[in-house]
C-alpha cells in the first residue's frame, strides 16, 4: 500500500477516534449536569414545629400612690407619708427590699376647666404621684399582693396598682431547643412526604427560622411578627422552621 494512503488511513481512523471519545465525553458530562440539575430542583420544603409549655419563674408588678392638694409643701408631705405606709405594706407582705426600685416624684400642676373641657389659667391644685416597681421570683406573693394592696384605699390612701407582667427567665435557652426540635419535625414531615411517594430525602438544603409565639395556654393567637404574651402566668411557646431537603 502506497505511504501516503497509509498516512491518510491513519489520520482518518485517529479523527473517528477523536470524535467519537468527544461524543462520550459529552454524553457522560451532559449526564453529570443533569444530575446536579436534578439535584439542585429536586427539593421538598416543609415547616416544622415544636411546642412547650412553660410555668413564669418571674414577675414585675407597679403600684403608685397620689396625693391632691393647692398647697405644694403639704400636698408633698402627705405623699411621703402615703408612700411610706404603701413600701411598708409591701414588706410586710413578704416583698423584699432588693426587689423594689423606688421612682422619683412626678408633679403636675392642674388648672380649672372652662365649659367646653379645656384649661383656663385659673390654678386649682398641685398632683403629686409615686410609682413603686417589683421584681421578683416569687411569682405567687408579688401575685396576691397586686391583687391585696387597694386594701390601703381604706385607710385614705390613693393607690393604684398595675397588672403584673409574667415572664421566664431561661426563654433564650428554651428558644435553642425548641428550634433544634421543630427542624427535627421539619425533617420527619418532609421523610414521610417523600416516602409517600417512594422517595427518601437527603441533606437538608435550607432552614429558615419562624417567629416565635409566646401565648396563653389556650391561645390560638399568631402574628407574623411574634408573639411575646407577659399577662398570663401558664404560657405556651411555640417554634416554627421552614427547612428544605434534596429527593433522592
Known amino acids: ?11 482518518i481512523i485517529l479523527g473517528v477516534c477523536i470524535a467519537g ?3 462520550v465525553s459529552s454524553i457522560i458530562l451532559s449526564k453529570g449536569f443533569i444530575r446536579i440539575m436534578k439535584m439542585t430542583k429536586e427539593v421538598i420544603t416543609v415547616t416544622g414545629s415544636a411546642n ?14 397620689a396625693v391632691r392638694d393647692p398647697d405644694l409643701a403639704k400636698a408633698s408631705k402627705q405623699l411621703a407619708a402615703h408612700f411610706a405606709k404603701l413600701k411598708q405594706y ?5 416583698v423584699k427590699e432588693s426587689e423594689l426600685t423606688v421612682y422619683q416624684v412626678v408633679l403636675q400642676k392642674l388648672y380649672k376647666k372652662d365649659e367646653h373641657g379645656n384649661d383656663t389659667n385659673e390654678f386649682l391644685e398641685y398632683a403629686l404621684t409615686q410609682n413603686i416597681e417589683v421584681h ?10 397586686s391583687r391585696e394592696i387597694t386594701e390601703l384605699i381604706d385607710q385614705g390612701i390613693e393607690v393604684a ?5 409574667y415572664f421566664y427567665r431561661n426563654l ?9 426540635q421543630a427542624t427535627e419535625n421539619a425533617k420527619q414531615r418532609a421523610a414521610q412526604m417523600a416516602g409517600a411517594a417512594g422517595n427518601h430525602i437527603g441533606l437538608m438544603r435550607s432552614a429558615k427560622m419562624g417567629v416565635f409565639q409566646i401565648t396563653p395556654v389556650t391561645s390560638t393567637e399568631v402574628s407574623d411578627y411574634g408573639v411575646n ?16 431537603f434534596a429527593i433522592e
Open 1 to 11: 500500500m502506497d505511504s501516503r494512503v497509509l498516512r491518510n488511513s491513519q489520520i
Open 21 to 23: 471519545a468527544t461524543i
Open 52 to 65: 412547650r409549655q412553660i410555668t413564669s419563674d418571674s414577675v414585675s408588678w407597679s403600684a403608685s400612690v
Open 90 to 94: 409591701l414588706l410586710a407582705h413578704g
Open 136 to 145: 421578683s421570683a416569687d411569682v405567687a406573693g408579688v401575685t396576691r399582693v
Open 161 to 165: 396598682s398595675a397588672a403584673p407582667s
Open 172 to 180: 433564650d435557652s428554651l428558644k435553642v431547643e425548641m428550634l433544634a
Open 229 to 244: 404574651d407577659t399577662a398570663s402566668q401558664e404560657k405556651k411557646v411555640t417554634a416554627v422552621v421552614t427547612a428544605s
